[in-house]
C-alpha cells in the first residue's frame, strides 16, 4: 500500500521560509515508531533531506514493504549514525522470522513469527557481543531502517513496527541513521494506514514548525524538546 508525504512550498512567504531553512542548514528528518523493546535512547532518523535539496514541491513516496537489518555498531548512544552491515527483504504479513548465526549471519528461520511483527533469534554465544538489529520501510524505492533493538546472545527480538510518522527540521549534521533523542523545532506528528494515506504539509512562519494545509488530513502538533522515545515507541 503506498502513503504520499507532500511537503511543499507556495507562495513568496513560504518560498522565503525555504530560503532561511536552507540557509541555516536544515533538513528535513522523518521518525517512525516501533514497539516491543525499541531503543529507549534514542530513534534513527528514517530519513533526512537537507532543505537545499528540496524541490518547491516534494512528494514523498512511502510503502510498507519491510526489511530487516543488522547494523555494523555494537552501542547506542544519541548522535550514534546506525550503518547496515546486512539486511534481507520481509514481510509482516508472512509472520516472518530470521536466525543471526552464531557468525553473524543473517538468515530464514523456518518456524513462524509473531502476526504484525518480525522476529529474529541468535545463535551467537554466551559471552558474545550483543548485535544491533532493527527493521526499515520503503521510501521513495529504498528501504531504509527506522528503528534498533539490542539483541543478546541466545535470545530473540518481536520487532513490530507502528503507524506513527514524526516530521521536523532539525539544524546540523542529522542524517539517516542518526540516533536523535529530542525534537528540536515544532514538527507534526500522524499515522500513515488505510484511512489517511495522504499528508499535505506547510511550513510555520516564524517557529519553522509543521503542520498541514488546510482542509488536508491534520496532524499532531509535537512541541520542539519532545522527547522522541516517548512519542513513538511508548
Known amino acids: 500500500m503506498a502513503f504520499l508525504i507532500d511537503v511543499n512550498?507556495?507562495?513568496?512567504?513560504?518560498?522565503?521560509?525555504?530560503?532561511?531553512?536552507?540557509?541555516?542548514g536544515f533538513s528535513?528528518?522523518?521518525?517512525?515508531?516501533?514497539?516491543?523493546?525499541?531503543?529507549?535512547?534514542?530513534?534513527?532518523?528514517?530519513?533526512?533531506?537537507?532543505?537545499r535539496d528540496l524541490l518547491d514541491r516534494n512528494r514523498i513516496a512511502v510503502?510498507?514493504?519491510?526489511?530487516?537489518?543488522?547494523?555494523n555498531e555494537r552501542d547506542i548512544d544519541r548522535n550514534t549514525v546506525l550503518t547496515p552491515q546486512s539486511r534481507m527483504g520481509a514481510n509482516l504479513s508472512d509472520r516472518n522470522s530470521?536466525?543471526?548465526?552464531?557468525?553473524?549471519q543473517l538468515?530464514?528461520?523456518?518456524?513462524?513469527?509473531?502476526?504484525?511483527?518480525?522476529?529474529?533469534?541468535?545463535?551467537?554465544?554466551?559471552?558474545?557481543?550483543?548485535?544491533?538489529?532493527?527493521?526499515?520501510?520503503?521510501?521513495?524505492?529504498?528501504?531504509?531502517?527506522?528503528?534498533?533493538?539490542?539483541?543478546?546472545?541466545?535470545?530473540?527480538?518481536?520487532?513490530?513496527?507502528?503507524?506513527d510518522v514524526l516530521l521536523f527540521f532539525a539544524q546540523g549534521p542529522t542524517r539517516q541513521g542518526s540516533v536523535?533523542?529530542?525534537?528540536?523545532?515544532?514538527?507534526?506528528?500522524?499515522?500513515?494506514?488505510q484511512i489517511t494515506q495522504t499528508f499535505d504539509l506547510?511550513?510555520?512562519?516564524?517557529?519553522f514548525g509543521l503542520t498541514n494545509r488546510a482542509g488536508s488530513n491534520p496532524v499532531t502538533p509535537v512541541s520542539a524538546g519532545a522527547n522522541i522515545v516517548q512519542i513513538l515507541n511508548a
Do not use: H
Not at 523493546?37 to 528514517?46: F, L, N, R, Y
Not at 510503502?63 to 543488522?70: A, Y
Not at 530470521?98 to 553473524?104: D, H, K, P, R, T
Not at 538489529?133 to 520487532?159: H, K, W
Open 180 to 193: 536523535v533523542g529530542t525534537v528540536t523545532t515544532p514538527g507534526a506528528k500522524f499515522m500513515l494506514n
Open 107 to 163: 538468515m530464514p528461520d523456518g518456524n513462524p513469527g509473531i502476526e504484525g511483527t518480525i522476529t529474529v533469534r541468535s545463535e551467537r554465544q554466551l559471552g558474545d557481543d550483543p548485535v544491533l538489529v532493527g527493521i526499515g520501510a520503503e521510501l521513495d524505492g529504498e528501504i531504509l531502517p527506522f528503528c534498533v533493538y539490542v539483541l543478546r546472545p541466545q535470545s530473540t527480538v518481536n520487532m513490530e513496527p507502528l503507524e
Open 9 to 24: 512550498f507556495i507562495g513568496e512567504q513560504e518560498l522565503r521560509l525555504k530560503d532561511e531553512l536552507a540557509s541555516e
Open 98 to 104: 530470521f536466525i543471526l548465526s552464531a557468525f553473524g
Open 202 to 207: 506547510r511550513v510555520i512562519d516564524n517557529t
Open 63 to 71: 510503502d510498507l514493504e519491510f526489511g530487516v537489518f543488522v547494523f
Open 28 to 51: 528535513l528528518v522523518g521518525f517512525k515508531g516501533a514497539a516491543n523493546g525499541a531503543s529507549m535512547v534514542g530513534v534513527p532518523a528514517w530519513f533526512s533531506i537537507p532543505v
